[in-house]
């Protein structure tokens, strides 16, 4: 009974440590929080460490190698010569069969190969720094996608918060408009389409509150996805915002993805005079030791065992390989011509972006003092409304105009804003 107990405590322990939210005070400690936890931004550093890798494999290229070996052969023919039989005593122009060796033949031994002089191999490293700086801008490139991406969900999720709070102060008003005219209809002063209408405006109101609540935690649960968590507060409102003035879009020289296409010509210039070393002759300085064991039988009745050993150098001139020395230079400019097209390509969408994200800034920059008045205008007209309504000084259809133009002008303050703050951040790289 006591292990139940504790088993169900452990449970219930474990149960409520995985729903314990991740408050997120701001954007920055959304950001850095990203960053420490989240599994897109734990797989972009694995980019460069993997490139890194890669250019250790290739620097090992530089260095000596040192192979041991053995081996076990049997010569069911020996090799053999005749030799005359005067060299052994015999009479001269007869001739002895000679044998090369016993049948048993087992050999071990290491040999070394140093690279003294090898254009091709110097290349490969050169190519692998310049991709591994590649890898690393590429990694920087998607982590910068992955905060943008946060940026504006998370701004959403702002902005949709402050309509689900919009939605509850509407439900208030119509369920006060209902009241008013539950008392009129009650005395037969409007007539039943018209209280109907009141009805149906209050039920709206609520189907939008629901919906509101609906849309506002599918973002929040996108943006917690995107943490790699389950669940998420938002302890930030969208609040004021200071509107600072921005005359020139954003340099694209420091975005990661105008770095990594500049790494990215660097890389395939390097691939082609690593393709034209290829053809170039190598030198490399090689040893070998080897010691070799003979036997006539398994039993070995009679053996014989000596050592072998040199050492010299081995110059390697590439002569003729079919078309491939010339097939792989082909490929390698073509590969440098798409990579400066790229590097083109990247310049005008990065330049386009920036000049985009400036310009949306702008304009909510433009809007926002117009919006920021209709909001004041149409929440006193609301005021007014209200007061007229319990008055019975205005009908339904000019209550039901004033509310539908204060919660247009609301909703697209509220958009406003949140897309004034984040072309902000995005126009000055502030993220």
């Known amino acids: ?16 440590s995985q729903a314990q939210p991740v408050v997120v005070d701001n954007l920055d400690a959304l950001l850095q929080f990203a960053d420490q936890h989240s599994p897109t931004a734990r797989q972009t550093t694995l ?7 890669e250019k250790n494999a290739q620097a090992s290229v530089l260095y000596p190698r040192i192979n041991a070996f053995g081996t076990a052969d049997y010569y069911p023919l020996i090799a053999t010569q005749l030799v005359p039989a005067e060299f052994f005593g015999g009479d001269p122009g007869t001739f002895l069969k000679v044998q090369f060796g016993l049948p048993y033949v087992y050999t071990a031994g290491a040999e070394i190969n140093m690279p003294l002089i090898h254009p091709e191999n110097w290349a490969k490293v050169s190519r692998a720094k310049a991709q591994y700086e590649q890898r690393e801008w590429s990694s920087q490139a998607a982590l910068e996608n ?7 969900g998370y701004y959403q999720t702002l902005a949709l918060e402050e309509v689900l709070t919009l939605n509850e102060e509407n439900e208030t008003t119509t369920q006060e ?9 009650q005395q037969d002063i409007v007539e039943p389409a018209e209280f109907n209408r009141s009805k149906n405006l209050a039920l709206d109101v609520q189907t ?3 919906d509101g609540a609906q849309h506002y935690q599918t973002s929040l649960n996108n943006l917690a996805a995107l943490l790699g968590k389950d669940t998420l507060v938002l302890a930030e409102t969208l609040t004021s915002f200071d509107w600072p003035l921005l005359y020139e879009y ?27 070393n290829s053809s170039l002759p190598e030198l ?14 398994e039993e070995g009745t009679e053996n014989v065992d000596f050592s072998v050993a040199n050492i010299g150098l081995r110059l390697n001139v590439p002569l003729f390989q079919g078309r491939y020395y010339h097939a792989m230079a082909q490929n390698s400019r073509l590969q440098l011509e798409n990579a400066r097209l790229e590097q083109e390509r990247t310049n005008a969408t990065l330049t386009q972006q920036q000049k985009d994200w400036l310009a ?8 926002h003092q117009v919006l920021e008045e209709k909001v004041r205008t149409t929440e006193d007209n609301l005021r007014i409304a209200k007061l007229n309504m319990q008055e019975d000084v205005m009908e339904f259809d000019q209550f039901n105009d004033i509310f539908l133009e204060y919660n247009r002008a609301r909703i697209a303050y509220l958009q406003n804003l949140a897309d004034g703050i984040i072309y902000h951040l995005l126009s000055t790289q502030n993220f």
């Open 1 to 16: 009974m006591r292990l139940l107990i504790l088993f169900l405590a452990f449970t219930s322990c474990a149960l409520f």
């Open 47 to 53: 980019q460069p460490r993997m490139a890194e890798q």
């Open 146 to 152: 992955f905060h943008l991406q946060l940026i504006q």
């Open 177 to 185: 408009l209902l009241r008013i005219m539950t008392e009129r209809y």
């Open 208 to 210: 939008a509150r629901i």
């Open 250 to 276: 954003g340099s694209i020289g420091n975005r990661p993805a105008w770095r990594e296409a500049m790494a990215n010509v660097q890389t395939a210039e390097l691939s082609l005079r690593e393709t034209r």
């Open 284 to 297: 490399s300085l090689v040893g070998r030791y080897t010691y070799n064991r003979q036997t006539d039988t």
């Open 360 to 367: 949306q800034y702008q304009a909510a920059y433009d809007k």
